[in-house]
Structures are given as structure tokens and as C-alpha cells.
Nanobody
């Protein structure tokens, strides 16, 4: 059964940057659409970014557009989330998720219920 492991979280000052990584076990990474979600204190989990199997389709939530970049390296079974110009409101537990997809290579799920597997999360804290 595939497992996801996030890393790269930490404490950073507002305006700083972090890069999150998520490694998937197994040998079928190219069949997975990947996403990042986050859950802040007292908030529900929300969509952040998603990337299709082939990297050709990407979506972001409006609040991170222009600041965050999702990418993937299929040779390393890894999806990344580069986060720049961080704000205190970005403070959250960040999760990566995967959705097995055998249809169009451009399928890019943005709803949490569309995903099959979830990582344990990595904490990002942005101080004012």
C-alpha cells in the first residue's frame, strides 16, 4: 500500500520561504495526481494546490497564487510545494495527498474527497 511522507516544514518569519517535499512509496508514481492541503488552527482542511500526473495541469487556491509553486519529479516519486512570501495566515499543518488516475493525464483533483491517500502532515508556522 502506497505511503506518503512529507518534510520541509518549520518556523519562518513573514516574508520568508519554505519548500515542502512529499515522497510516495511504490513504483507507480506516474499514475498519481498529487495535491497539497492545509489545516490551520481552528479551521477546516482546505485545498492549496494540485498537479496532474504529467505535470501539465496545475491549480492553486486563490490565496496562494503567485506565492506558491507546486511541482513534481516523477523520477524521484516526489511532489514539492515551494512557498514564498509567507504570511502568518499560511500557518497550518500541510498534507500531501494522491489520487490514482488511469484516465486523462490532465486530471487535477481539487476536492479532498477525490484523494485516495494522505500523508501525516508537516507543520508550517509563520511568525509576524
Amino acid at each position: 500500500q502506497v505511503q506518503l511522507q512529507e518534510s520541509g516544514g518549520g518556523l519562518v518569519q513573514a516574508g520568508g520561504s519554505l519548500r515542502l517535499s512529499c515522497v510516495a512509496s511504490g513504483r507507480t508514481f506516474t499514475t498519481y495526481a498529487m495535491g497539497w492541503f492545509r489545516q490551520g488552527p481552528g479551521k477546516e482542511r482546505e485545498f492549496v494546490a494540485a498537479i496532474s500526473r504529467n505535470g501539465g495541469s496545475i491549480y492553486y487556491t486563490d490565496s496562494v497564487k503567485g506565492r506558491f509553486t507546486i511541482s513534481r519529479d516523477n523520477a524521484k516519486n516526489t511532489v514539492y510545494l515551494q512557498m514564498n512570501s509567507l504570511k502568518p495566515e499560511d500557518t497550518a499543518l500541510y498534507y500531501c495527498a494522491l489520487r490514482t488516475s488511469f484516465g486523462t493525464v490532465y486530471y487535477t483533483p481539487v476536492e479532498s474527497h477525490e484523494y485516495d491517500r494522505w500523508g501525516q502532515g508537516t507543520q508550517v508556522t509563520v511568525s509576524p
